[in-house]
């Protein structure tokens, strides 16, 4: 635990990722790449949903990191709480924007595929609905960041409200468990072989859901990087003022 510890030191962090970012980043993107070719270009259409099917290979992803981005951002926000680590705060910072663009593209992307299917681009479904209000907390988060200039109290303030908002996190993962009703079908990726879709779909969209979580880390460690480079200037900043 010690050796993981270290890199809540910025220094430490910032030297690690300059080695490792590179490389990630172009394995994220070769996996996404391959994942969404592969989805588009070289599975057949649905014979109920017709090619609409296709949408999931960027809906499913998004949404999967749309809800564990926010997961991320409580445990992070938790450990500055503990420990008082100030990378671990940054680093739930900086993957708010993240998130927010993940649960956009989820609920834009979900609504050009329930038209087809439902025959409305919107309902009041309870995942939808509890969708909509995490992405509301994603805005209510980064608001809040940027209206406290203490950054000590910004990151003890949204650790609290990063507490509530998980409620609404896991309610969009499990809602469909929670109330029976609702036009959202289940988990495209089950255990219950009946729900879950078949092998040549399932194949491509595992592939893209890697990439969106290899894609997520590598945007949340350049953006914690850019906070720990912001975080330096306003600190000279004030030290220039003092002086």
Not at 5 to 11: S, T
Not at 50 to 58: E, L, N, P, S
Request: proline content about 4%.
């Amino acid at each position: 635990m010690a050796s993981i510890w270290q890199y809540a030191n910025p220094r430490k962090f910032m030297e690690t990722t300059d080695k490792v970012l590179p490389a990630l980043t172009f394995v994220a993107a070769a996996v996404v790449i391959v994942g969404l070719v592969w989805g588009f270009f070289f599975t057949p259409d649905d014979y109920k949903q017709g090619a609409t099917v296709k949408i999931m290979f960027i809906h499913v992803p998004a949404a999967l990191m749309a809800i564990n981005a926010w997961i991320m951002m409580l445990v992070a926000s938790l450990i500055w709480l503990v420990r008082r680590h100030h990378v671990s705060a940054l680093a739930a910072r900086a993957a708010a924007p993240i998130g927010m663009t993940m649960t956009l593209i989820a609920l834009f992307t979900g609504a050009i595929w329930g038209q087809p299917m439902w025959g409305t681009y919107w309902a009041w479904d309870p995942r939808l609905t509890s969708f909509l209000v995490l992405f509301l907390f994603y805005i209510g988060y980064i608001a809040l960041w940027e209206a406290i200039e203490n950054p000590d109290a910004a990151a003890d303030l949204t650790t609290v409200l990063c507490m509530v908002g998980s409620v609404f996190a896991v309610l969009s993962r499990y809602a469909v468990y929670f109330w029976n009703q609702g036009l959202h079908q289940g988990a495209s990726i089950s255990m219950d072989k009946e729900e879950h879709v078949a092998d040549v779909y399932s194949n491509p969209l595992y592939v893209c859901m890697i990439g969106f979580v290899l894609l997520f880390i590598v945007l949340v460690l350049a953006r914690t990087r850019t906070e720990i480079r912001s975080r330096r200037i306003k600190s000279l900043h004030a030290r220039e003022r003092m002086a």
